[in-house]
């Protein structure tokens, strides 16, 4: 368990600076052009090959079709994925649980291999998706780590969280229960109950009772934002991004970098 309405602690992880990339093999390590285009409608076709087996476009395959809004360009998105080359050797993974999550921007910013860009269009959180990646919209020419010069890519991608292009500070409120009685204002001392999980798989992060004024920075970003406007006996659930909650670096080993969490807060008291 970790205390999420520690001050202390929450500043402290605030001073750090980014974390880096988590997968490097994915940033770009070529400008190699491609006009070699994605079937946009997501149904599943594989990519086309050339005659000596080389893939000449973007294959899509929708294993898992998620729920919520579909990814767009500009939005963040916080996946799982296991990449490989065609003979089925896997060069990067970040799968399993004690690895962080990798986050990027979708669309054309540059920030990742072309087959990434593109591919990740269109999928909703909860989604699992196959890309397989012509070498002209991965690393061309070049080689990369484990990755031969003019090698075709194969990916397996989880979505895990999508941020929207100017939503990073914003917390989604939802009351359970409106209370009836003080109302939290910006300046009030109020006493909570709460209970904090990890959007991604409602795993348990934190529990308590906690007393602190709104506003002060004694609590992470969210947890201020969010109890504004509670009434006494109120009940309502925060869905905290990563910028208003835990950062980029998350708190390991609770919370994994660049997590969405959820508490779900109760006014207990207000003065």
């Excluded at 000596?52 to 395959?61: A, F, Q, V």
């Excluded at 999508?162 to 409106?178: L, P, Q």
Aim: aromatic content about 6%; charged content about 25%.
């Amino acid at each position: 368990m970790i205390d999420g309405f520690s001050a202390g602690r929450f500043n402290g992880m605030r001073a750090h600076r980014l974390l880096p990339l988590l997968a490097t093999v994915l940033i770009f390590g070529c400008n190699a052009p491609s006009e070699d285009k994605k079937d946009p409608s997501g149904s599943g076709k594989t990519s086309e090959s050339g005659s000596k087996g080389k893939l000449t476009k973007l294959g899509i395959e929708d294993v898992k079709v998620g729920t919520g809004d579909a990814v767009k360009a500009g939005d963040s998105c916080s996946v799982r994925y296991t990449g490989t080359l065609l003979d089925g050797t896997e060069f990067d993974s970040n799968m399993k649980g004690d690895k962080p999550v990798f986050t990027f921007v979708a669309g054309p910013t540059g920030s990742v291999i072309k087959g990434w860009q593109d591919g990740v269009i269109g999928m909703k959180v909860g989604g699992e998706r196959k890309l397989s990646v012509p070498s002209a919209m991965a690393y061309g020419e070049g080689a990369q780590g484990k990755i031969p010069a003019n090698s075709d890519l194969y990916f397996t991608i989880k979505l895990e969280s999508v941020m929207r292009a100017g939503e990073e500070r914003t917390v989604k409120v939802k009351d359970i229960k409106v209370g009836s009685g003080g109302e939290v204002k910006a300046g009030s001392i109020v006493e909570v109950k709460f209970v904090g999980t990890l959007a991604t798989d409602k795993t348990e992060i934190d529990r308590g009772k906690f007393t602190f004024t709104v506003g002060k920075n004694e609590v992470i970003p969210g947890i201020d934002q969010g109890v504004i406007g509670m009434k006494v006996g109120g009940e309502r659930q925060l869905t905290i991004p990563p910028m208003a909650g835990f950062g980029p670096l998350g708190k390991e080993p609770v919370v994994p970098a660049n997590t969405n969490v959820i508490y779900v807060v109760s006014i207990l008291g207000v003065k």
